[in-house]
Structure formats: structure tokens, C-alpha cells
């Protein structure tokens, strides 16, 4: 009942990337309104909801595809670190319900096959033992027809070999009437065919070692956090350097342009001058 460990890391990066996840952990914890404490009344919740799934990313790393990274890049980075680390263990817990649910399911499926082998057993020997019943009463009738109380195949197979007695082909009847009324008494007294039934306590052991196995869903994880998600030392986005450098560039920019503008302003004022004269 082992699921492969490629299997389940994919099962959990599935849930990880699911639409119908992120949307419940974004309604169970009302994220709309840590998202846009100020909106608008009429801004619809899914409108923020977009704004929330585009933000959180799900990536394999390139140097190494048994890792994933998540992210989610927001203004609050407390709130992002925190989010990102609970969808994490939102898409575990997925992941492992959908684990022990399917684990349950094919241990029901097990018991149920051994339970229905049992029955089916128990059911054949029912019907042999009522077989066996029939047999003997004709063999009765005949051996009592034929005077055959005692046991006829003594001296009918007397001086031959065991060999010979096991190989022989012998009627029920030569037993003798008396051991076949002794063993068909036997088999109406009997009210419980378990013991004569081969492999059946075998059958018993292996569904009572099934019943007997419990999935504690504590116990079990998807996957293996790495580094859960942290707070920035730095601005990841926007970013700040960048911004001031292309502000004082685009600042000198527009000073150089004003001042060659300013310049040319100048030079037509006096060529307009010059021809006023």
C-alpha cells in the first residue's frame, strides 16, 4: 500500500498549484480583507482573489527539480511569510488526506476480498459436509443389503500391501455399515466446520493482521520543508536602488532636456527681436 515518493511530492505540488486550494485557505482566513483593508464596497472579491493567486508563485528549482520554491510577493512581508507557510501546510494536509483516504480505501478493499474468501469456504464446506452426508446414507443402504457390518475391507484386502490398500479403488459401502453410521452421526452432531477447512485459519491471520493496522495521519507528511518562508532582510519588489537610479537619471534627463529647451527659447526670443528691428 506504499505510494511511490515521486508520485506523492507530485500529488503534493498539485495541491500546492490548485486554484480550489489557494481559494479555500483565501476564504478560510479571510485574507480579502488583509489584501484590501480599504476597498472599495463594490470591488469584487474575486478581482482581489486574481490579485492574490497571481501573486504566489510555485517554481522547481533549476539546480536541483526535488525542490520547490514558493513565493508571494506582497507590500506586508510578515503577512506574505506568513501565508506562504500556511498554504504549505494547507497542501500537506491535502496531500496526506488524500494519502490515508486512498490507503484506507485499499485496506477495506483487502479485508473485504479475505472476508469474502472466508465466506465462500465456509459455504463450500457446508455443502461438502452435506455431500458427504448423502454419500454415506447410500453406502449404508448398500452395506446393510450386502450384511456388511464390520469393517469389509480387512478381509477383503487381506495379504496385499499398504501400497496396494492405498491405490485400490474401494466402494464407500466395504467400511461396513457400523463406521459409516458412526461417521455420519459425527457429521450431523457437528456444528462448526472451521477446523476441517484447509487454509482458512490462514485466511483468518491475514485479515486479523489487516484489521489490526491503524493509519495515524499525524504521523505521515508529504513532503519535507526545507526553509520555511522568511522575512526579507531587503526589498525583493519593488526594487528601491533601481528606482532611485532611474528617478536621478531621468531627473538629469529632464534637467539636460529643460535646459537645452530654456536655451532655444532664449535663441528664437532674440532672432524675433532681431527682426523686429
Known amino acids: 500500500m506504499e505510494a511511490g515518493k515521486e508520485k506523492v511530492y507530485s500529488m503534493f505540488i498539485q495541491h500546492l498549484k490548485s486554484r480550489a486550494l489557494r481559494r479555500y485557505y483565501f476564504n478560510a482566513h479571510k485574507l480579502v ?18 490579485k492574490f493567486n497571481k501573486e504566489l508563485s510555485v517554481s522547481r528549482m533549476k539546480k536541483d527539480k526535488s525542490f520547490v520554491q514558493v513565493a508571494f510577493e506582497g507590500a506586508d512581508a510578515g503577512l506574505a511569510a506568513k501565508w506562504v507557510n500556511g498554504l504549505v501546510a494547507q497542501a500537506n494536509a491535502a496531500t496526506v488526506s488524500t494519502l490515508v483516504k486512498d490507503a484506507a480505501g485499499r485496506l477495506e478493499s483487502r479485508k473485504r476480498a479475505l472476508r469474502e474468501q472466508i465466506a465462500v469456504k465456509r459455504k463450500t464446506a457446508g455443502l461438502l459436509r452435506m455431500d458427504r452426508l448423502a454419500k ?11 450384511g456388511l457390518k464390520g469393517n469389509g475391507i480387512i478381509s477383503m484386502m487381506a495379504g ?4 496396494a490398500l492405498s491405490q485400490a479403488n474401494i466402494p464407500l459401502y466395504m467400511r461396513g455399515s457400523m463406521a459409516l453410521r458412526a461417521e455420519a452421526k459425527s457429521l450431523r452432531a457437528r456444528n462448526n466446520n472451521d477446523p476441517f477447512i484447509q487454509g482458512l485459519r490462514d485466511l483468518q491471520e491475514k485479515l486479523d493482521i489487516l484489521a489490526s493496522v491503524h ?9 519535507r520543508v526545507d526553509q520555511p518562508a522568511l522575512i526579507p532582510d531587503h526589498y525583493i519588489k519593488p526594487k528601491r536602488k533601481l528606482i532611485m537610479l532611474l528617478a536621478l537619471f531621468g531627473g538629469l534627463m529632464l534637467g539636460v532636456f529643460a535646459a537645452f529647451f530654456a ?6 526670443g532674440e532672432a524675433r527681436r532681431s527682426e523686429s528691428a
Open 215 to 223: 493509519i495515524d495521519p499525524s504521523q505521515i507528511s508529504a513532503m
Open 160 to 163: 496385499k500391501s499398504a501400497l
Open 136 to 146: 454415506l446414507k447410500e453406502a449404508i443402504h448398500i452395506a446393510d443389503g450386502l
Open 263 to 268: 536655451e532655444f527659447m532664449d535663441k528664437a
Open 33 to 50: 480583507d488583509s489584501m484590501a483593508p480599504n476597498r472599495d464596497p463594490g470591488t469584487p472579491v474575486e478581482q482581489i482573489f486574481k
